[in-house]
């Protein structure tokens, strides 16, 4: 037996982990206190989640001043990264779970069932997903994986009234398990013929022996697997049938959380993975990738056209914005560019933006809806709703011109800069793909928009837009309005995003 | 087109031509709420002030000079080198005048019926986008207007039309964006070919055009990305289906600016981007638009022949004389291009007149059927006096303004596309026919029952229509102050193509 006490562990700089500290010992004291006290008072659970996500984010905002200063390095034994890519996603990630915490609030209230677990599980998530986007390492980044995605799959069924929740929790778990499992043998196989799991190892594993053509190939489909369990989280054509109906059945603040939070750190996490890792074959993954933006952004488009299903089509749209994302993934894997980075800042912009973004949307899906049964998500339920309340429904539009791709909006500044980064590494094709596709995406955007303007509506009866939900969704549409006008205040903070981690 | 001349000036004249209209429309919504009562004297004082302004820009431009005045430039995005940057030269001039006029003019003399409060919010929105398209000089901030002029206009259609509004705006709304996708790929393409030349990265067109060289491959891909989104905006045949929808189902007021200054957009992307980027490319692709632009002449007027609806008659006429501009811009003589921007706004004023008229007649009788109208003339002769005029100015009568413009560009077109130029001018009889024809069907004969009681112009439509009729007849006869102010920038735009194309 091994001696245990020879046993050292690496030293860890504990402020530069302190965001995730900080969602740590939230999550512990919801859980904790929340189980042992009497009921908190209204909307306390909520606050304190939202207190947490509010610390993450500014010791995030002082990790970033000090990798501004002193650039980025590794943690943990070069486990953990910590560079701006990872901050920005740590920031949009904690916003998300701020902004989802409070629509769930009024959400839960409603139907006087709130409670802590359901926060205290976005934080664990917000966990995962953060350790996955500042990984450097295919073990740590599987956990990071596995903690995200348990509390989704928990998420996804945390209505226990609702059979549709629960069918959405199992089958989001069953094809959540495939895809953890292609991961991970991803990541055996890449393991067997590098003989490391450290990302910046692989590359240099990579780069400095010639490697006999048997191992190329096993390698090759180590990170085929790695890319296909990602695909499945990513939810990227043809690995994207779950996701409409995971994202119809689950309780809509959880789909507004999976659609911002599981997107970014997926994506995110996807990205640095093939450009820190494998770059040296970004020939070979730079097509795969180039197949799967096309497929995903037509499927993503074409298929929402036919949804009636107001989530459904949210899900389809937000299938086609991971295709979008992919674009600038592809524009990555373009190296001898001298523009290649241009992809990773882009897809950063973009995650970063969109999760604002989608949480807006699906917050007032929520507010307008009232719950997850069907017929409350058609289409139907928006009718006449911008003549019944002008400033729901403006606010609406805004979200859904930006989903659009709309100029003055957030969402053009992302869609902006993928196509940016795409042309300048001369991928013509697949930013003319992305852009008729963008206006197929536009056509189901303007069929909500037409329910909410131009039809009358059943009812003259007015939907109430609790307090916080109010804030969440004001503060999703101020951002997505600000960046649409002065892109510059992102662009600002993102311009060395490229600079990954690297010692 | 020479930056060297441009001149700063002390007010932001043309900054303001594009914020006030904006602010007036969010003044307009907020007070909507509060004070129903003042939108309409909101939107007025706003619109009023707009075309005000656009008179002085009128009165202050320096005529004889080429390049841009009242140059108005501020950083935007510094890491994409994009600039609020404004402009003004002789090409553009006239059509912000047209802007400024004609937007207050709807605004008075058109009653959206219902809903006033959005309607004016998003008529000055509308506004706001148009002016900001006219006067860009950065190809982001072209594009940002270029675009953003969608969305109220698809609400205006979609939410004040009549009974197809839905199908018809939505049809409008997805046509032009996906002219406008395949643009933005060619905007960002041009700047990073454009950035190995210049050295930086910069959207302005002027810097571009005149610093920037591209591959004769290159220039002819971009050219047709920018081409595709133009040419649906103008719309040049087969683009053009959304066009009769979209105007046919519009509200008047929507259909005055559709046709007034909307189209517009394109022929003018044409000019100020299109060919003014890429004069070689537009030389090589000049046969199959000439070629489009004539079907467009003859088949709009065919179409326009045998509408039983009035309004679609006068929109696919539209089809027929934008035809017209589109020939002109790529004959590429000073005479044609010169002819096509007074082509440009004499369009703008007549259609848009024509447009209001049917509008008129559709308020009287709620129908816009030829075979349900008749001997209107005798029930309200200074109504059919004025149609005719307008008519008339729509055919190209001499004296009145559509002829010089028509004229022009039918002389400079026979240089460089004789053959087109000669089935252009059928066109020209085809106009005269299925407008007469209309107005022998309309205003002619015996009024029935029905058509008896039509009601003469009122005061208020009266001085309305009589801006117009001034308008026709001023230009008509004496087109010379429009010319001396358009020329010189058409030479220097003339001068530059030539120039790139030895």
Redesign the interface.
């Known amino acids: 037996m091994n001696d245990l006490s020879a046993f050292a562990g690496p030293s860890i700089e504990w402020l530069s982990i302190s965001p995730l500290l900080a969602l740590l010992a939230g999550a512990l004291i919801l859980l904790l206190v929340g189980s042992l006290t009497n009921e908190w008072p209204k909307h306390w659970y909520s606050l304190s989640a939202v207190a947490t996500s509010v610390v993450a984010i500014a010791l995030s905002v002082v990790l970033w001043r000090d990798v501004s200063n002193d650039g980025a390095k590794l943690l943990v034994g070069g486990s953990l990264t910590l560079d701006h890519f990872a901050l920005l996603g740590s920031i949009a990630i904690c916003f998300a779970v701020l902004l989802v915490s409070l629509i769930t609030s009024d959400y839960l209230s409603r139907g006087g069932s709130d409670a802590p677990e359901i926060y205290a599980l976005y934080l664990t998530a917000a966990i995962g997903a953060v350790v996955m986007i500042s990984s450097n390492d295919l073990v740590v980044l599987f956990l990071g994986l596995e903690t995200l995605s348990l509390s989704l799959y928990l998420l996804a069924a945390s209505n226990r009234q609702e059979t549709a929740s629960q069918e959405a929790g199992l089958k989001y778990f069953i094809l959540g398990g495939f895809a953890s499992a292609f991961f991970l043998y991803g990541v055996a196989l890449t393991y067997g013929v590098t003989g490391t799991t450290r990302l910046i190892d692989l590359n240099t594993a990579l780069t400095s022996y010639i490697s006999v053509p048997r191992n190329d190939v096993i390698l090759l489909i180590g990170i085929g697997m790695i890319l296909v369990g990602f695909a499945f989280k990513v939810s990227l054509a043809p690995f994207q049938m779950w996701t409409p109906d995971v994202y119809q059945g689950a309780p809509t603040p959880v789909t507004a959380f999976m659609a911002s939070v599981g997107k970014v750190a997926a994506l995110v996490a996807l990205m640095r993975v093939f450009v820190v890792a494998f770059p040296s074959r970004s020939d070979d993954w730079g097509v795969v990738v180039l197949v799967l933006s096309a497929a995903t952004l037509v499927v993503g488009s074409v298929v929402a056209i036919v949804q009636t299903n107001i989530k459904r089509m949210l899900a389809y749209s937000s299938i086609s914005h991971a295709g979008f994302i992919l674009v600038g993934l592809e524009a990555a894997s373009h190296r001898d560019s001298v523009n290649a980075g241009d992809g990773l800042v882009a897809v950063g912009v973009y995650v970063a933006l969109y999760a604002a973004l989608v949480v807006g949307t699906f917050g007032v899906v929520t507010v307008v809806a009232r719950n997850s049964s069907s017929e409350a998500n058609s289409l139907d339920a928006f009718k006449g709703l911008a003549k019944n309340q002008?400033i729901l429904g403006l606010v609406m539009t805004v979200f859904l011109?930006a989903q659009a791709g709309?100029?003055?909006t957030s969402g053009?500044v992302a869609k902006?800069g993928v196509?940016?980064s795409a042309?300048?590494v001369g991928s013509?094709q697949l930013?003319?793909i992305a852009?008729?596709c963008?206006?197929i995406a536009?056509?189901v955007y303007?069929r909500i928009m037409?329910s909410m303007?131009?039809s009358d509506s059943a009812t003259t009866e007015k939907v109430s837009v609790p307090m916080l939900s109010r804030v969440a969704i004001g503060l999703a549409v101020a951002f997505t309005l600000l960046i649409g006008f002065l892109?510059?205040l992102i662009?600002?903070l993102t311009?060395n995003l490229a600079e990954l981690a690297t010692k | 087109m020479i930056a060297a001349s441009s001149q700063v000036s002390s007010f932001p004249i043309l900054s303001a031509l594009v914020v006030l209209p904006l602010l007036g429309s969010i003044i307009v919504a907020l007070l909507g709420k509060s004070r129903p009562e003042w939108v309409k004297l909101g939107a007025l004082i706003s619109s009023v002030t707009t075309g005000a302004l656009s008179l002085w820009l009128l009165a202050a431009f320096k005529s004889g000079e080429a390049g841009f005045q009242f140059v108005s430039q501020h950083l935007w995005i510094s890491q994409w080198g994009i600039s609020w940057h404004l402009g003004v030269d002789g090409i553009s001039l006239f059509l912000v005048v047209l802007t400024g006029i004609l937007f207050p003019l709807v605004i008075v003399g058109i009653d959206p019926h219902h809903n006033e409060t959005s309607y004016f919010a998003w008529m000055l929105l509308l506004q706001a986008g148009v002016m900001g398209s006219f006067l860009a000089l950065d190809l982001f901030l072209f594009f940002v207007m270029f675009e953003i002029v969608l969305v109220p206009m698809y609400f205006l259609i979609g939410g004040w039309g009549y009974d197809q509004r839905v199908y018809a705006a939505t049809k409008f709304f997805l046509y032009t964006m996906a002219g406008s996708a395949f643009m933005l790929v060619g905007i960002i393409a041009t700047v990073a070919l454009a950035q190995r030349d210049l050295g930086v990265i910069t959207f302005d067109v002027v810097k571009i055009a005149e610093g920037a060289s591209f591959s004769t491959n290159a220039a002819r891909w971009l050219f047709i990305s920018f081409a595709i989104a133009f040419a649906v905006k103008v719309p040049l045949f087969p683009f053009h289906t959304w066009l009769p929808d979209a105007h046919t189902q519009a509200p008047t007021g929507g259909s005055v600016i559709l046709a007034g200054v909307l189209l517009k957009m394109g022929t003018y992307g044409f000019l100020r981007f299109g060919v003014y980027l890429f004069p070689q490319a537009a030389i090589w692709a000049r046969p199959v638009l000439f070629t489009l632009a004539v079907i467009g002449i003859i088949y709009g007027a065919i179409a326009a022949t045998m509408q039983r609806d009035l309004k679609r008659l006068v929109a696919y006429s539209s089809v027929a004389h934008l035809g017209f501009i589109v020939l002109g811009t790529f004959a590429l003589s000073s005479q044609a291009v010169t002819g096509a921007v007074i082509q440009m706004v004499n369009h703008g004023v007549s259609t848009g007149a024509l447009f209001l008229l049917v509008g008129m007649i559709y308020e009287r009788r709620h129908t816009r059927e030829i075979a349900e109208l008749r001997g209107i003339q005798h029930v309200a002769p200074i109504f059919a006096g004025v149609f005719t005029v307008v008519m008339l100015s729509s055919v190209g009568l001499p004296g009145l303004n559509g002829f010089v413009g028509e004229f022009l560009i039918l002389i400079g077109s026979f240089e460089s596309a004789r053959w087109w130029t000669i089935v252009a001018t059928v066109g020209v009889v085809l106009a005269a026919l299925y407008l007469l024809w209309a107005y022998q069907r309309v205003f002619h004969g015996e009024p029935d029952e029905a058509n008896s009681s039509f009601k003469e112009l009122n005061a208020k439509e009266g001085l309305l229509m009589a801006v117009f009729v001034a308008i026709i007849l001023f230009t008509g006869i004496y087109p010379k102050p429009m010319l001396e102010r358009i020329e010189p920038s058409v030479n220097s735009f003339i001068e530059h193509v030539e120039g790139r194309t030895k």
Do not use: C, E
Request: glycine share 0%.
């Open positions: 002008p011109l709309m100029p003055l053009f902006f196509i940016q042309v300048a013509y930013a003319v852009m008729v963008a206006v536009a056509f303007l037409v303007w131009l892109p510059s662009l600002d311009s």
